[in-house]
């Protein structure tokens, strides 16, 4: 079974620009969840998706968006970047929402913000 | 919202010796759960122990889980070159709103 596939794995992008990221989870599995990592902060929780329906959201500013389509792909979307949205941003998928749930993660998209 | 953590943040060993890592949480949970994440990769899942779960092993990994502390440890036996890692312990909260909450990590340095 292929694993959870994150793009791209860097991008380089200038301040007020938007980005997009891309995330296809284990096949079978309908919850996605993103992440951001920093050296800072920690993983900090951005949102969970689960068939195609927000279910759970950090506390991040509104410019942080996502999305699931119905193969449970998801994307997500920061707008007007700043420089303190550099960071690692890891997407997790897991079978079913819920407790006891192990997440599985893709190698993360590198982005950095100049 | 940083729930967990990790004791302590960074710790170098031999290879052959044991490791122990802690962390302690503050909110009830339904599970605890331990990653690991080699050099700006994803994390690796572990191990979970459920709430009612008092010690758990897998391999050369022990977790214990002590709910009335609200902590957990991790020990690692015989450790290899190839443990070398970040180690993050991540709590599902009851009632929470996050999926998981991580710890900020700790780094296990294993020297050959």
């Known amino acids: 079974k292929a694993g959870v596939t994150q793009t791209p794995r860097y991008l380089i992008k200038t301040r007020g620009q938007q980005v997009t990221l891309s995330c296809s989870p284990i096949?079978?599995?309908?919850?996605v969840s993103w992440y951001q990592q920093t050296p800072g902060q920690g993983l900090q929780f951005l949102f969970e998706?689960?068939?195609?329906?927000?279910?759970n959201k950090g506390n991040f500013p509104g410019r942080f968006s996502g999305r699931q389509f119905s193969n449970s792909r998801s994307e997500m979307n920061v707008s007007t970047l700043e420089l303190g949205d550099s960071a690692l941003y890891l997407c997790a998928s897991s079978l079913l929402t819920g407790g006891n749930e192990k997440l599985f993660f893709g190698s993360g998209t590198q982005l950095s913000v100049l | 919202s940083q729930q967990g953590e990790e004791d302590p943040q960074a710790l170098s060993i031999q290879e052959g010796e044991n490791a122990t890592m802690n962390c302690s949480y503050k909110?009830?949970?339904?599970?605890l759960q331990w990653y690991r994440q080699n050099s700006g990769r994803g994390l690796v899942h572990l191990i979970l122990i459920r709430s009612n779960e008092r010690e758990k092993h897998s391999g050369r990994l022990r977790v214990t889980l002590d709910t009335s502390k609200k902590s957990s440890s991790l020990l690692i036996t015989a450790s290899r070159a190839a443990d070398t890692a970040s180690y993050f312990c991540?709590?599902?909260?009851?009632?929470?709103?996050?999926?998981?909450?991580f710890g900020k990590g700790m780094k296990l340095t294993v020297n050959p």
């Open positions: 096949s079978g599995h309908r919850s």
């Open positions: 998706y689960f068939s195609e329906t927000q279910r």
């Open positions: 991540a709590t599902d909260p009851q009632g929470g709103s996050e999926k998981l909450v």
């Open positions: 909110t009830s949970i339904n599970n």
